[in-house]
């Protein structure tokens, strides 16, 4: 964990904690320091204030304090809300996902997920469509159909990156801007769907989560998601989809309800 930890990290984190100290005093992060500093309440209190938010540390360590927190705060929670058919659902869940929460690997990915969306990437996929017939197709990270495109054109060994994303993007956008899926696909006031959306792969939350699900195992399955050190990871939020989106969730509307369109651009 302590390579993600960068010179200015560091030190907002020691202004915090030891001002006393300098880097040159601390030498190397040792992971069991870096665990204890970033449950301090005053480490989040100073990152979630307003002129704090991203202005001094990495978009990792925000989120790594803010998933932390949440694993926190959570343990108080007897119950999780779904919203269904427009219908908010009372799940008793709050234990699994604190379970699924304290698994470091997973708290770590979760956090470069969230930070890897601050700044959003387009690109230019050349897709081939028939023989000797290729089209080119823009796409963006938040552009699942775009990407699914993407990962068929490569071959096998450049398929890890795009399935991983898309992975990414549908967890990503289902627990944290569930609308935006919404407002792509139908209208807000009659529900129906937009004559863009028709035909298309995705059209609903439940569409994002099945394929996020699927691209997940996919991920976990190639290799170099062993070679990564990720298999377990992805495995583990491919099986547990619906249970990851609850911290993202629970952040989107707990602690960044003010800042989550800023944050993320969207």
């Known amino acids: 964990m302590a390579w993600q930890l960068g010179e200015a990290d560091l030190r907002f984190l020691l202004d915090i904690v030891a001002p006393q100290l300098s880097a040159a005093d601390v030498g190397e992060v040792d992971d069991a320091w870096l665990d204890a500093v970033l449950e301090e309440d005053e480490v989040f209190e100073s990152l979630v204030s307003p002129e704090q938010a991203l202005m001094r540390v990495s978009p990792w360590l925000y989120f790594n304090v803010l998933l932390r927190r949440a694993r926190r705060d959570l343990v108080q929670e007897t119950f999780t809300m779904e ?88 967890l990503f956008l289902t ?32 569409d994002y989560e099945r394929y996020g699900q699927a691209f997940y195992q996919l991920a976990a399955e190639h290799d170099r998601a062993e070679v990564g050190g990720l298999d377990a990871v992805l495995e583990a939020l491919s099986e547990h989809f619906l249970l990851a989106q609850k911290p993202l969730a629970f952040l989107a509307n707990r602690y960044l309800w003010a800042s989550r369109h800023q944050l993320f651009g969207i």
């Open 175 to 206: 627990a944290m801007f569930p609308e935006f899926i919404d407002a792509q696909h139908r209208y807000p006031a009659s529900r129906q769907l937009r004559p863009g959306a028709r035909g298309r792969v995705l059209q609903s939350r439940e």
């Open 83 to 170: 919203r269904r058919a427009q219908q908010k659902i009372v799940i008793f869940d709050t234990e699994q996902v604190v379970e699924l929460l304290g698994e470091s690997a997973v708290r770590d990915y979760l956090a470069a997920l969230l930070a890897s969306f601050t700044r959003v990437a387009s690109m230019t996929v050349r897709v081939n469509v028939g023989k000797g017939v290729w089209r080119r197709y823009r796409t963006s990270d938040l552009d699942v159909e775009g990407l699914m495109r993407y990962a068929e054109a490569v071959e096998d060994p450049f398929r890890f990156e795009p399935y991983k994303r898309i992975g990414d993007v549908c």
